[in-house]
């Protein structure tokens, strides 16, 4: 039977060579193998064949030519880690069904005499004897004796179990070949360790090289933003002149014969009403003048006033036109200005017609004006406020809106509005005068406009709002909005209704406000009494301590009060404090005032006197000293004259 049809006779037969191999340590022919095998072939060239085939497949079997040209196989498992045996499958009886294991070559040998090698020749043929000719039986047991040196052979003894140990010398070399593997795997280990460290030393170098090329992007964004920003007012300067030069022969149309024609019709059909005709005058040479100082670049602001109202007329309608016309192209000489450079958009009292509201809104909107001013505009609609809103919230550097006479009844409106004021922080001034007259909430329209801006609205004009103060607890959100010392500067409060109560909440809370410095209650329903609590609470003369501790930076406009505050602060404090000086002085109770001051700070009470008296240097006193007031050597002679015996140096001298 071929080795290709009986895996178990293939794999006996392998575990026999490598047996006889690893026994006498020497190559073995192909031709050397027991003839027996080959019978199972028609030709010996065939069965060597198949046994070389079979034994290539087997680890730690090497089959090479030696010098005489034939083939032989040696085992060189030992260097490779093959130092065992190929597993044979177990075999069961076709009779009883019990296994039977293939008994080795060992075992066969222990049975035998030990002197049967040491008894043949040097050179001696495989002997291969079948134990049995039976089919119970396919063990074959090989008994294979080399070429061997006489002298080695006494260096060889068999185990217990019959097997052959290796000699010293070879057990020694194996020893050697262990160290050598041992040396090579610790200088790979060491060789794998160093290049980890090379490793990591790279990663690390190429993660700080990454970080630098970040920190070098994000340094040539900045550049790049910066190179930008330094080219962009020259882009403007640019595309400003390019508007400039196209324009330089402008022609203003309506200078023409049939639009002079068309004014002077309307101005003649309108002559009974003088005023009307005046301000239609300034409406036509206004618009007029504006344009072509828009399309010549000579001035930022736009401009268009008149003294009284002007309704529109068909008549207007080409000099709006090139008005709106001119408004597209000023953007180039806006993006030229400095961003400290004030520009304003201006109506007041001429009627925007209908038709051109949109269109003057969406060119007005991308503009960046620093203030815009809508006001008294006839026919005041929601269009109108909405431009102006719009432009609010799409114009990040406004800081001055006006609405000023414009009626704002709904209150979709007025929630819009205070959105609009609550979100712009570079937005200082709102003047709201004449926005809600009439209407029952104004009060609340008030708070809810106090509220919106107290975070960045320093000026507001509020007056002519007819504000009620409610009853009860909302009746001090004035004065508790004051107390909490906004960054409120100026407040327009003239032409409502506040009362004698509303004075008295608002002077109290003056002495705790520092920043407000002009508030405007003139034509309210205020009495002598609100009156004099007002006074009181910038200039409280009651004593030196009182007048310390008075508003000295709010000066307010009201009838009937002579207001002690004007200018800077600390002069402000110094002159009152010198003036009540000089009165007590004049009446000749200044002893009496500061007689109870502790001698220790006499010094620093001079000192004082002497300060105060230089209230007049501040510029805005213009040098000038008040006539009421006397010379400080005076005061100070006064008060030492009476206090010199209670020194102690006058002790030492009496």
């Not at 005023?275 to 409406?283: A, D, I, K, Y």
């Not at 736009?302 to 007329?313: A, R, S, T």
């Not at 010094?603 to 006193?621: A, F, G, M, R, V």
Request: proline letters at 4%; a negative charge; charged letters at 25%.
């Amino acid at each position: 039977m071929p080795f290709s049809r009986n895996a178990q006779h293939e794999l006996r037969m392998q575990n026999e060579i490598i047996d006889l191999v690893k026994k006498y340590s020497q190559p073995v022919k192909l031709s050397q193998i027991p003839v027996q095998y080959q019978n199972e072939y028609s030709r010996k060239l065939e069965y060597i064949g198949y046994l070389k085939h079979c034994l290539d497949a087997v680890p730690g079997l090497s089959v090479t030519k030696g010098k005489d040209g034939e083939e032989t196989v040696e085992w060189i498992g030992c260097f490779l880690g093959y130092d065992r045996k190929v597993k044979v499958p177990k075999r069961r009886s076709a009779h009883n069904g019990r296994v039977r294991r293939t008994k080795t070559l060992a075992e066969r040998d222990n049975a035998e005499d030990n002197t049967a090698i040491s008894s043949t020749s040097p050179v001696e043929v495989v002997k291969i004897r079948n134990e049995s000719a039976s089919s119970t039986s396919d063990t074959y047991h090989i008994n294979s004796l080399t070429e061997e040196d006489p002298s080695t052979q006494t260096d060889r003894t068999k185990s217990e179990n019959g097997e052959c140990k290796p000699s010293a010398s070879v057990s020694q070399e194996l020893k050697d070949i262990k160290s050598m593997l041992a040396e090579l795997m610790h200088q790979n280990a060491r060789q794998v360790s160093d290049m980890q460290s090379k490793m990591g030393d790279m990663l690390h170098e190429n993660a700080s090289l990454r970080g630098k090329i970040n920190e070098m992007a994000v340094e040539l964004e900045g550049i790049k933003a910066s190179h930008n920003q330094e080219l962009k007012p020259m882009k403007s300067t640019q595309q400003f002149h390019t508007h400039i030069l196209s324009n330089l022969y402008y022609q203003y149309w309506p200078d023409s014969e049939y639009w002079v024609n068309q004014r002077n019709s309307y101005l003649e059909s309108i002559q009974d009403h003088e005023v009307l005709v005046v301000n239609t005058w300034q409406f036509f040479s206004g618009i007029r003048n504006q344009t072509l100082k828009i399309i010549r670049g000579e001035s930022t602001n736009v401009v268009l006033h008149c003294d009284g109202p002007v309704l529109y007329n068909e008549a207007f309608s080409y000099y709006w036109t090139l008005f709106i016309e001119a408004l597209r192209d000023h953007r180039y000489m806006l993006a030229c200005q400095p961003p400290d450079k004030e520009s304003t958009f201006e109506i007041q009292n001429v009627e925007i017609p209908p038709e051109n509201i949109e269109d003057l809104s969406r060119i007005v909107k991308p503009l960046r004006f620093t203030a815009l001013c809508l006001c008294f505009i006839p026919n005041f609609g929601r269009a109108v406020l909405q431009l102006a809103l719009s432009h609010a919230e799409n114009n990040p550097i406004l800081t001055r809106l006006s609405l000023e006479g414009n009626p704002i009844v709904s209150s979709d409106d007025i929630d819009q509005l205070c959105r609009v004021i609550k979100g712009h922080q570079s937005l200082k001034e709102l003047n709201l005068n004449a926005c809600f007259e009439g209407l029952p909430n104004s009060f609340d329209i008030f708070s809810s406009i106090l509220t919106a801006g107290q975070n960045n609205i320093k000026c507001l004009g509020f007056s002519g709002n007819s504000v009620v103060t409610p009853i009860g607890r909302e009746s001090t959100f004035l004065p508790n909005f004051l107390a909490a010392n906004s960054k409120m500067e100026v407040l327009h409060l003239m032409g409502n209704k506040l009362g004698d109560q509303d004075a008295l909440l608002i002077s109290e809370a003056l002495h705790s406000n520092t920043n407000l410095g002009f508030l405007e209650v003139e034509k309210n329903a205020i009495t002598s009494v609100g009156e004099r609590a007002l006074e009181k609470s910038v200039g409280d003369v009651t004593n030196l301590n009182s007048i310390s501790d008075s508003n000295h930076t709010c000066w307010i406009e009201l009838e009937g009060i002579a207001c002690a505050n004007s200018g800077d602060t600390d002069a402000n404090r110094w002159r009152k404090i010198y003036s009540k000086l000089s009165s007590l002085h004049v009446e000749k109770s200044i002893y009496s005032q500061l007689r109870d001051t502790p001698v220790e700070l006499l010094p620093d009470l001079l000192c004082s006197i002497q300060k105060y008296s230089e209230y007049h240097l501040d510029k805005s006193y213009n040098n000038v000293r008040d006539v009421t007031d006397v010379q400080p050597l005076s005061i100070v002679y006064k008060l030492m004259r009476n206090r010199v015996k209670e020194l102690p140096v006058f002790e030492v001298v009496k």
